[in-house]
C-alpha cells in the first residue's frame, strides 16, 4: 500500500542547505537550493573528484566548500542563528551503498531535520518534485519515488497543455485578489470604526460554503454577502473560466473589473452592461501568414500540417514550381497566387508576394505561402519571415521534405552509405543575384546535391573539375566521377540521368530539361544503380513507386510502368537497346540505355 504524501511548497529564502557529495548529482542539488534563495554548503575532500559546474559555484562563492569528510556537529552548527545553528534541510547524493548515507538519514530524523537521499526513498524524509515554474505559478509533480524520468514527462505533457506565459495572467488575478481584500478591509474598517473580526471570509472559505454560487443580486442586503460577494465573483472566475480566457486577462481587464466592482454596494446588475464588459476578451482577430513546404513534389508526400493549412487558407501564394497535383488539392473557395518568377524577375515577384500577403493580412485574413521542398532550404523562408515580422506580424514556419535528400533516394541513391560516403554537402548553383557560389573540393567519400543549378551546369561542371585563380587550393573533382540528375522526383514523369561529370552536360543536353531537376555527384551514386558497361549515361523514365503502395501484384506495378512512359519512349528503348535484351527494371522505371560511339 502507497501512502500518499503531503505536497507542500516551502519558502527557502536564507535557508541553510547542507549537500553531501561532489558529483554532478552534488552540483544539481546546489542549483536548486540557489534557484530557491537558499545558501548550500557542500562537504567533501579535496581528493574528490568535483562536477565542473559546482566547481564554478564554488569559485565564484556562490556556494561554500568545507574541504574535509562531514562531522556529525555539521547538522547543529552551520545553520542559522535563529533556528540555534541547525540546518534546515540535508542532500545525500552519495552512492546508494554507501553506508553513511542511512548513517546521516538516522541523525537527521532524530534531529528532526529534512533529509532527502538520492536512490534511497526508505532513508528520505522529503522528495523533490518535477517543477514548472511561469512566474508565480509553480507545478510539482512526483511518482513517490517510482521513475523520476516518467515525473519529468507527466510535467511536461501538462505544461504544454497550459496557455503560454499563464503565469502573467495568474499575477494579474492575484493582484485583483489582494485590491479587493484591502478595499473591503478598509470599507469595514470605517464603517463599524474597528478592524472587522474573523467573520470576514477570503475566497478560499466562501468557496466551502454552500452559498458559493448563490446570485448577489442587487437589492440583497445581508451583511455577509455584501462582504464577500466580489471575492466569490472572483473565485468563480477562477473556476469556471476557460484558461485561455483567463490567460488573455490584461491590466485594463484588471482596472475595468476593480472599477466596476468598487464597492460592495455598487454591484453591477447580472446581464448588465457593465457585467458583460468585464469578461476579458480575446487578442482582437489578426491575419496570419504561413510559410509551409510543399515537399518534392507527390502530394502525399506533404505534412498533414501543410495539408491543413492548404485546406484552411484565405489565400495561397504558391511557387511556380509547385507541382499541379499538390495545386489540386486547394479548395476552390481559396485565391490563388502562382508566382511569376523568371529570370530578371525573381526580386520583383517576390516583392509582389509580400505586398498581396500583407494586403490580405490586414483585411484579417489567414495567408499560406506555399514553397517548394522545405522553406528554410534555399527557399528565401528566413528572409519572408524577417519582413513579415518587422512589420508586426508573427510567422508560422511548417517544414516540408526537401528534394535535396528525398530525390536521391527516390533515384536509390544513398546520400550516406558506411562504406562509401560520411558526409553529405547540399549546395546552391545560384547564389544571390545570379552569381555561382564557389563549388566545393573534391573528397572521395564525399556526396554532394547542387539546387538551382541545372540551367547553368556547363558552368558549373566546369568550376568543379578544373582549378580557378579564385581558389588555387581547391581540389578539383576528376571527370570519371559518378553523378545523376534527377527530375520532377517523386512524381510519375520523374527522370534520372546517371552519368559522369565527364558526360553530363552532353546527356542533359540530349535529354533536354524537365524542372524542377537537381545534380548529385559522388561515389554514392553507383552504390545500387550504375550506368552499362559502355555508355555514358542511361535514363530512367516514370516512378510510380508510391502510388503502388499496397499494390500485391506484378501485374499492377508493370501496368504502372506502362502509364508513366510514352509510347515512343517505350519504342525508343527498344531501338537503343537493340531489342535483344532488356536492362532489369525496377518496380515504376524504364531505362534507356545510350551507348557510347
Same mark, same amino acid.
Given at each position: ?9 516551502q ?16 552540483a ?5 537550493s540557489?534557484?530557491?534563495g537558499?545558501?548550500?554548503i557542500?562537504?567533501?575532500p579535496?581528493?574528490d ?11 565564484? #562563492? ?7 569528510d562531514?562531522?556529525?556537529?555539521d547538522l547543529? $552548527?552551520?545553520g ?11 542532500? &545525500?547524493t552519495l ?6 548515507s ?12 529534512? @533529509? ?17 515554474s ?12 517510482n ?5 519529468? +514527462? ?19 488575478? #492575484?493582484n ?21 473580526d #474573523? ?26 454577502m455584501?462582504r464577500t460577494?466580489r471575492?466569490?465573483w472572483?473565485?468563480?472566475i ?19 473589473i ?7 454596494a455598487?454591484?453591477p446588475a ?6 458583460s ?10 491575419g496570419?501568414?504561413?510559410?509551409a513546404g ?8 506533404l ?8 485546406? $484552411? ?5 504558391a ?11 486547394i479548395p476552390r ?17 517576390q516583392?509582389?508576394m509580400?505586398?498581396l ?11 499560406? +505561402? ?14 519572408e519571415?524577417?519582413?513579415f515580422r518587422e512589420?508586426?506580424f508573427e510567422?508560422? @514556419? ?5 528534394s535535396?535528400l ?24 545560384t547564389?544571390?543575384?545570379g ?15 547542387f ?10 561542371i566546369?568550376d ?12 578539383p ?5 559518378p553523378?545523376?540528375?534527377i ?21 542533359v543536353?540530349a535529354?533536354?530539361?524537365r524542372?524542377?531537376?537537381?545534380l548529385?555527384?559522388?561515389h554514392s551514386?553507383?552504390?545500387l544503380?550504375k ?11 516514370g516512378?510510380?513507386g508510391?502510388?503502388?503502395? #499496397?499494390?500485391?501484384t ?5 501496368l504502372? @510502368?506502362l502509364?508513366?512512359?510514352p509510347?515512343?519512349k ?5 531501338? &537503343?537497346?537493340?531489342?535483344s535484351?532488356t536492362?532489369?527494371?525496377r518496380?515504376?522505371?524504364s ?7
Amino acid at each position: 500500500m502507497v501512502v500518499p504524501a503531503l505536497l507542500t511548497a516551502q519558502s527557502c529564502l536564507d535557508h541553510v542547505h547542507l549537500v553531501l557529495g561532489s558529483g554532478p548529482l552534488a552540483a544539481s542539488r546546489c542549483a536548486k537550493s540557489l534557484e530557491v534563495g537558499a545558501r548550500p554548503i557542500v562537504v567533501f575532500p579535496e581528493t574528490d573528484d568535483v562536477h565542473f559546474t559546482l566547481a564554478a559555484a564554488i569559485g565564484d #562563492g556562490r556556494v561554500t566548500w568545507l574541504r574535509r569528510d562531514f562531522e556529525e556537529q555539521d547538522l547543529r $552548527t552551520l545553520g542559522r542563528e535563529e533556528v540555534d545553528g541547525y540546518v534546515d534541510a540535508v542532500f &545525500v547524493t552519495l552512492p546508494a551503498k554507501d553506508p553513511r548515507s542511512a548513517q546521516i538519514s538516522s541523525l537527521c530524523k532524530r534531529l528532526r531535520i529534512p @533529509v532527502n537521499a538520492v536512490d534511497a526513498p526508505l532513508l528520505c524524509t522529503f522528495t523533490l518534485l518535477s517543477t514548472y515554474s511561469d512566474g508565480p505559478l509553480h507545478i510539482g509533480i512526483t511518482t513517490s519515488g517510482n521513475g523520476c524520468k516518467l515525473s519529468s +514527462r507527466i510535467r511536461r505533457e501538462i505544461a504544454s497543455a497550459l496557455p503560454p506565459k499563464f503565469g502573467a495572467a495568474v499575477e494579474r488575478l #492575484g493582484n485583483v485578489r489582494r485590491q479587493i481584500w484591502q478595499e473591503d478591509y478598509k470599507s469595514q474598517t470605517s464603517s463599524s470604526g474597528e478592524a472587522p473580526d #474573523g467573520e470576514a471570509e477570503d475566497e478560499e472559505a466562501a468557496a466551502q460554503k454552500h452559498t458559493f454560487n448563490s446570485l448577489v443580486k442587487e437589492n440583497d442586503v445581508d451583511p455577509a454577502m455584501l462582504r464577500t460577494r466580489r471575492m466569490r465573483w472572483l473565485s468563480q472566475i477562477c473556476e469556471y473560466w476557460p484558461l485561455s480566457r483567463l490567460a488573455a486577462i490584461t491590466d485594463a481587464d484588471v482596472s475595468a473589473i476593480l472599477q466596476a466592482y468598487r464597492t460592495t454596494a455598487q454591484i453591477p446588475a447580472p446581464g448588465s452592461d457593465t457585467t458583460s464588459n468585464l469578461f476579458p476578451s480575446l487578442p482582437a482577430r489578426k491575419g496570419t501568414i504561413t510559410l509551409a513546404g510543399s515537399g518534392p513534389g507527390h502530394p502525399s508526400l506533404l505534412t498533414i500540417a501543410t495539408k491543413t493549412a492548404i485546406e $484552411t487558407a484565405h489565400f495561397i501564394l504558391a511557387d511556380k514550381l509547385v507541382p499541379a497535383e499538390v495545386l489540386a488539392l486547394i479548395p476552390r473557395r481559396t485565391r490563388v497566387h502562382i508566382a511569376r518568377k523568371f529570370p530578371g524577375n525573381a526580386d520583383a515577384a517576390q516583392d509582389e508576394m509580400h505586398e498581396l500577403a500583407l494586403e490580405t493580412m490586414k483585411q484579417d485574413k489567414d495567408v499560406l +505561402r506555399l514553397k517548394q521542398g522545405d522553406p528554410y532550404l534555399y527557399g528565401r523562408g528566413a528572409e519572408e519571415v524577417t519582413f513579415f515580422r518587422e512589420r508586426g506580424f508573427e510567422v508560422r @514556419v511548417i517544414p516540408g521534405i526537401t528534394s535535396a535528400l528525398s530525390a536521391a533516394m527516390f533515384a536509390d541513391i544513398p546520400v550516406t552509405h558506411r562504406a562509401v560516403a560520411d558526409q553529405v554537402v547540399i549546395c546552391t548553383g545560384t547564389g544571390r543575384k545570379g552569381a555561382a557560389p564557389e563549388p566545393p573540393s573534391f573528397r572521395k567519400s564525399k556526396t554532394v546535391v547542387f539546387l538551382m543549378a541545372l540551367h547553368r551546369l556547363e558552368s558549373l561542371i566546369k568550376d568543379l573539375t578544373g582549378v580557378t585563380e579564385e581558389s588555387p587550393r581547391r581540389l578539383p573533382w576528376p571527370l570519371n566521377t559518378p553523378c545523376a540528375v534527377i527530375e520532377r522526383a517523386s512524381c510519375p514523369d520523374q527522370r534520372v540521368i546517371r552519368s559522369t561529370l565527364e558526360h553530363v552536360c552532353q546527356a542533359v543536353e540530349a535529354e533536354g530539361s524537365r524542372p524542377p531537376g537537381l545534380l548529385v555527384i559522388g561515389h554514392s551514386c553507383e552504390v545500387l544503380q550504375k550506368p552499362g558497361e559502355g555508355k555514358k549515361w542511361s535514363v530512367e523514365e516514370g516512378f510510380r513507386g508510391l502510388d503502388a503502395i #499496397g499494390s500485391s501484384t506484378s501485374e499492377m506495378e508493370a501496368l504502372n @510502368v506502362l502509364e508513366a512512359v510514352p509510347a515512343e519512349k517505350v519504342k525508343q528503348r527498344h531501338e &537503343v537497346t537493340g531489342g535483344s535484351q532488356t536492362p532489369s527494371l525496377r518496380p515504376g522505371m524504364s531505362h534507356v540505355g545510350i551507348s557510347a560511339p
